[in-house]
């Protein structure tokens, strides 16, 4: 009596765009249980870009933290988020500005460049991994 059954566990609440509400943590288990609450098609997306990333970087640290997953490499610091819209999965380099080319998608914070992933689109895997190796070779954003 007392123990949750995994049953029992509310799925997490989707906030505004169908980003999951998923409580604050370091490792792979927050992550993984952002990528499980992702809706739709967009949990694909997020299990693509989840396993490139740790196939691809050495050392790779995780967490959630605002309800977004973030991944930190051995040169300190976050340089890669993602989180869903209502109409795509917007990945954030927040290192981006350094990369090159520059990922295609300016934001408000002048470093910061985003790859929105839409239903039909189909990610260039190669040009991702490139920017992973640049970005994760580059000291990140202190969060």
Not at 108 to 121: G, S
Request: glycine residues 10%; proline residues 8%.
């Amino acid at each position: 009596m007392g123990e949750t059954s995994e049953a029992n566990k509310a799925a997490p609440r989707l906030l505004t765009g169908g980003n999951p509400q998923i409580p604050k943590g370091d490792g792979e288990e927050p992550v993984q249980a952002y990528i499980a609450a992702m809706p739709g098609w967009k949990r694909a997306v997020g299990q693509q870009l989840d396993a490139l990333v740790t196939g691809a970087v050495p050392d790779l640290r995780k967490a959630v933290k605002w309800n977004t997953p973030l991944y930190g490499g051995a040169a300190g610091g976050w340089f890669l988020a993602f989180n869903c819209t209502s109409r795509y999965v917007k990945v954030a380099f927040l290192n981006g500005a350094e990369l090159t080319p520059l990922p295609p998608v300016e934001s408000k914070a002048p470093n910061t460049r985003y790859l929105h992933l839409h239903e039909q689109d189909r990610l260039d895997e190669a040009q991702f991994l490139q920017w992973l190796e640049q970005a994760s070779a580059r000291p990140g954003a202190r969060m």
